[in-house]
């Protein structure tokens, strides 16, 4: 079936780590997402890619990095300066480029990340 | 800056209940609407959407419509069951390519 497969589901890293959240779509979208979810937060946006080899920033990008060499994968590397990491993330893809021409966003089921 | 107010929770009804969750905003242009749903644990999924005033959006006995006069897109249920029970978000999309969340709404159905 086609989605979007977020991996790993829970993780674990002790303060001073990089650590690298997977994301995998093989919907043939175009665009991709990283959202940051906490509790009565809402969704914040970390990074978006409309293109392979291109990404821009979100509301909250500082401590967050990415890559976008494949048009299936946008891995998150949530570095070390990221002051208060523990939070769930999600990705999402959609096929338009932009947003406002009212297209889906579909999620995956998230990786919640918690910093010891 | 695009924002997106909604009502906040936990909403607690009993089954068969009438439901509405309220949400207003504010966006540059001509924004698209959307209701998204998301179960205890897992991603959000689209629920319903409006992309041009007044449309309705429907989807699962969930409407919404898009009224630009009040920038509103309150989203009804006439009788929510107990598999109802997520939390509910509102995001019309900001100008280029952003979506803008609400803090959304968590809804809990008791028998």
């Known amino acids: 079936d086609g989605g979007i497969t977020q991996s790993p589901k829970y993780l674990f890293r002790k303060e001073g780590q990089n650590v690298t959240l997977s994301c995998e779509q093989n919907l043939n979208h175009d665009a991709m997402y990283w959202y940051r979810q906490d509790p009565g937060q809402g969704l914040r946006l970390i990074y978006y890619?409309?293109?392979?080899?291109?990404?821009q920033k979100g509301d909250i990008a500082e401590g967050y990095s990415v890559s976008r060499e494949k048009k299936e994968s946008f891995p998150l590397t949530v570095t070390s300066a990221q002051k208060n990491p523990t939070a769930f993330y999600l990705c999402a893809s959609s096929v338009q480029r932009e947003a406002r021409f009212g297209g889906e966003l579909f999620f995956g089921e998230g990786s919640r990340l918690t910093v010891l | 800056g695009d924002s997106v107010t909604q009502m906040e929770g936990p909403v607690t009804l009993s089954e068969e209940a009438f439901l509405t969750i309220n949400c207003t905003y504010t966006?540059?242009?001509?924004?698209?609407l959307f209701w998204y749903v998301q179960y205890p644990g897992e991603g959000l999924q689209l629920l319903l959407k409006?992309?041009?005033?007044?449309d309705k959006g429907s989807n699962k006995g969930f409407e919404a419509t898009y009224r630009k006069e009040t920038t509103s897109f309150h989203l009804e249920k006439g009788s929510v069951q107990v598999s109802d029970s997520a939390v509910y978000f509102c995001a019309p999309t900001g100008g280029g390519n952003k979506l803008t969340f609400g803090t959304g709404t968590q809804l809990k159905v008791e028998l």
């Open positions: 409006a992309t041009k005033a007044d």
């Open positions: 890619s409309q293109i392979v080899n291109d990404f």
């Open positions: 966006a540059t242009g001509y924004p698209s």
